[in-house]
């Protein structure tokens, strides 16, 4: 016989595990920028996603500060354009949801979500020439979701927002026009508590415990200007799309040497040169004349923000080729978005997209970072 003095001390010592399942539908249409996809892609894309989420605690001082996120992995099915053309693509991510507010019962959310889309069907030579958008059958998939969550009671949440999703293989194949989808989304959540079941798993328990964490209110980031430079060495591979369909691959590489300063915790600025190596560059069939060594070298410069949060970085960089010969070949402006991991307070590793022409996908980097120089003032 359990007293009613022993379950109070056993509930308060059980750790409260905050989880939740939720779906989604979505729905929208693709901004696609060729000519032979155009007619495909006009009925726009329909997909259900499943998502399991950990809902932090605070128990560390980023929690906090982010509003005590929801970061958890998911599985996205959907319709994108003709099945025999693109396939029926699936993909498998991890998510992590920042509420924006604290509202009594709804509350506005950011959402990025990065991934691996699978079962594509790529462009074949004989059997799939018409697709420019897809190279291989596996690509990055990304998404990001500008919405709400409505309390609709004790467990449930109403989801509803604006997505915008992007499958690439950042011309590790060609061709590799991409896809890019804009629509809508509306679904459900289910909140609950895993440690219920050690306090009382009866089927009408007289104990319940809460399904959502009781958090205070968010404090701001912790001050911190710190500035460092950085050198950072990335290595991609890539192909030409005279090459598409073959096995024929360059290995590119991308040097740079960036300064950053951090106002918080939170945010952070960088400027930087780059020295990018494109052997594939000289070999274009728009560009065969005149050709030397040194036109798959393009120094470049740029800026960026990060967004920081535990030992993760969110990095979006704009810069500009620096030579004539980069710009005749690889356009004026590029741009790097970025994820980067800090292994210790000197060494980071990052995946990027490094684009050129504006937003056209020119490799995917894997790279390494040392800060040569730190100075922190609290």
């Known amino acids: 016989m359990i007293i009613y003095s022993d379950l109070v001390a056993q509930v308060k010592t059980v750790p409260d595990k905050f989880r939740s399942f939720g779906f989604k539908l979505h729905a929208g249409g693709h901004l696609y920028t060729g000519e032979q996809l155009s007619e495909m892609l006009e009925n726009g894309y329909a997909a259900i996603e499943l998502r399991y989420g950990w809902q932090s605690k605070g128990s560390q001082d980023w929690q906090k500060e982010h509003g005590y996120p929801t970061y958890g992995i998911g599985w996205y099915t959907g319709y994108i354009g003709d099945p025999e053309i693109f396939g029926n693509p699936n993909a498998l991510f991890g998510f992590i949801s920042f509420p924006l507010n ?36 596996l690509a990055v998939y990304f998404c990001l979701h500008a919405g709400g969550r409505y309390q609709v009671n004790r467990e449930i949440d109403l989801l509803y927002g604006l997505d915008l999703t992007h499958f690439s293989n950042g011309r590790i194949n060609t061709p590799n ?33 809460e399904v959502r964490p009781v958090t205070p209110q968010w404090p701001g980031p912790r001050r911190l200007s710190e500035n460092n430079i950085t050198l950072y060495q990335a290595f991609g591979t890539v192909q030409n799309i005279r090459d598409a369909g073959t096995d024929h ?8 040497l960036e300064y950053q300063h951090k106002f918080n915790t939170k945010h952070g600025l960088t400027v930087g040169f780059d020295a990018f190596v494109d052997p594939s560059a000289r070999d274009t069939v728009e560009y065969t004349a005149n050709k030397t060594e040194m036109e798959n070298f393009f120094p470049g410069a740029h800026a960026g923000y990060d967004f920081m949060f535990w030992r993760l970085s969110i990095r979006l960089q704009v810069g500009v080729h620096l030579s004539s010969i980069g710009r005749e070949l690889k356009g004026t402006t590029f741009v790097r978005p970025a994820l980067r991991f800090d292994i210790s307070k000197r060494f980071n590793a990052q995946i990027g997209l490094k684009t050129f022409n504006g937003a056209q996908s020119d490799w995917v980097e894997w790279g390494f970072g040392y800060k040569i120089f730190v100075r922190q003032h609290h």
């Open 102 to 137: 604290q509202g009594r019962r709804n509350n506005f959310l950011l959402e990025p979500a990065l991934g691996l889309t699978y079962n594509l069907k790529p462009y074949d030579p004989d059997n799939n020439s018409i697709n420019d958008a897809i190279g291989a059958k």
């Open 177 to 209: 026009m991409g896809l890019n989808m804009i629509g809508l989304s509306v679904g459900a959540a289910y909140n609950f508590n895993t440690s219920q079941k050690v306090v009382d798993k009866s089927r009408h328990p007289s104990t319940i415990l």
């Open 249 to 256: 691959r360059y290995l590119t590489s991308s040097t740079v």
